[in-house]
């Protein structure tokens, strides 16, 4: 299975395109949070109008998670709320804040931006920011920008992948942790194409690919049991 890993896209919609019509093969897209962008001339509302609708046409797989600028502004309650418009999104092919789907065998968890308590039994969890004190989630003018409530998390489920973005310049865009790959293809602006990491989980490799930069050669991803390998060796009996 291929995993196509982009993130923070901020609402480019030419990137948007060329993910529909131009990205590499793949089994499963994940996207971790921050389609829209709070910062631009667009309405919040139109963005959520738009994204949803591409969303919704999507034709393959895809893994979404909320980040920061995904939240939506409640005017009666005067603070931002978590972003509930993807609850409206009718593609069965779309996956999205707190589903936990297994495909070819591989099960992945999608963790919202305001997800709390964060983190469950999974191989591939889906989020926005990473942990705290994890280069991914650091940025090259050393800022940590990681995610403290997933810290915890990480060491009490182990999974096997953390699929982040949040950070667009981190100081690297992978890590290993013990058993844990964190993962973070970054963001560079104004390009044709976005940033992204293909994920084979049949050969266990990786490549991060970007616009200016040739692409890094084949990494190795920790060799671990999947969670359903582990529910397995649970129920098989010891031998005496």
Known sequence: MTILHVTD?????????????CAPP????????DMLDLAIATPHRRQIEWVSDWLNEFPRP?????G?????????????????????????NVWRD?????????????????????????DVWVVHAAPTQTL???????????DPDLCAAIGQYTPRLVLSGHVHTPISWREQRGTTLFLNPGRRLHEAFPNHILINTDTMTGRWVTPLDAATPDM???????????KAAAVVPAIL
């Open 62 to 66: 895809i893994s979404v998670c909320s």
């Open 9 to 21: 896209f901020h609402f480019n919609k030419r990137w948007f395109d060329w993910l529909l019509h």
């Open 98 to 122: 707190g589903h936990r789907v297994t495909l070819n065998g591989l099960s992945i968890l999608n963790i919202g931006a305001t997800t709390q308590p964060k983190g469950a039994e999974a």
């Open 136 to 146: 991914v989630a650091t940025r090259f003018d050393g800022v940590d920008s990681g």
């Open 220 to 230: 190795l991803i920790p060799s671990v049991v999947t969670v359903e390998e582990k």
């Open 68 to 92: 920061n600028h995904d939240l939506e502004w409640s005017s009666e309650a005067e603070r931002w709320i978590p972003a509930y418009w993807l609850r409206d999104i009718i593609n069965p």
């Open 26 to 33: 793949n089994d499963l897209v994940v996207m971790s949070g």
